[in-house]
């Protein structure tokens, strides 16, 4: 297919233009014509690129591209050299943020819930653009069991802070650096919250307000909208599609 088709049609799959987000969702580099084999990862670093080229991609698509608010408007250093770098190989970057986030089929909220088993995933509406969810399990679960179910599916064990004693049969999660959204699990009852980053404040949140929290890695948590978004594309378009995975410990 042609880069502006497939541009076309993840704007459109994605519902880009519903949000307001702190960098461009879209084609952010631009490359060759034709799009035949494409690469995911979580992030648009150095090491994806290089593996991407590697493999032949004409395009790579990530969660986290390039061009964020408030960073240096230059391209230099680090920047300068990505870049270059996919010029050279000829390869388009497309970067989707929030609306990746947020689809209800293939994002990353939606796939976490279901890496997890959750029942009956639905988002949170009081919180805009459908980015906090919540849902309950099929059992419930010690702090131990989630934190080795989490280990499991994410091939990282999160912190845990909270309470051994109180089971967990409700979640409330957001993917990524959502842990100031932990006053929003507390206000829904639920008895845990998910998320990928911790702050010092976040240790006083949860145990003030009797919520186990469980940091499980921007990373790790975030890694499996940009696999499946992949897998949709490949399928619905007869692409060749590798995901790469550059591991991140944060």
Request: net charge negative; proline share 3%.
């Amino acid at each position: 297919m042609t880069r502006q088709a497939l541009g076309s049609y993840l704007d459109s799959f994605l519902n880009v233009s519903a949000f307001k987000d702190y960098a461009p969702n879209g084609l952010q580099v631009e490359g060759k014509s034709d799009i035949r084999t494409i690469v995911t990862g979580v992030t648009a670093c150095q090491a994806l690129i290089e593996q991407a080229a590697a493999v032949n991609a004409d395009a790579i698509l990530v969660h986290h591209g390039f061009f964020w608010k408030n960073e240096p408007e230059i391209i230099t250093g680090m920047k300068y050299r990505r870049i270059k770098a996919l010029m050279d190989h000829d390869m388009s970057l497309f970067g989707y943020h929030l609306p990746l986030d947020a689809h209800h089929g293939i994002g990353n909220n939606a796939q976490l819930a279901y890496q997890l088993g959750v029942i009956s995933p639905r988002v949170y509406e009081p919180v805009a653009q459908d980015l906090l969810w919540h849902g309950h399990l099929e059992h419930p679960l010690s702090a131990s069991e989630l934190s080795q179910l989490l280990t499991k599916v994410l091939k990282r064990a999160p912190l845990h802070i909270g309470d051994n004693s109180k089971l967990i049969s409700t979640l409330a999660w957001c993917t990524g650096g959502a842990q100031d959204y932990i006053d929003y699990a507390a206000q829904m009852g639920v008895d845990a919250f998910i998320s990928g980053e911790v702050s010092e404040r976040t240790y006083h949140a949860a145990m003030e307000q009797g919520l186990h929290y469980f940091a499980a890695g921007h990373h790790a948590t975030e890694q499996f909208g940009i696999q499946a978004l992949g897998q949709h594309l490949a399928s619905k378009f007869d692409l060749t599609h590798h995901f790469i995975d550059i591991v991140n410990p944060v």
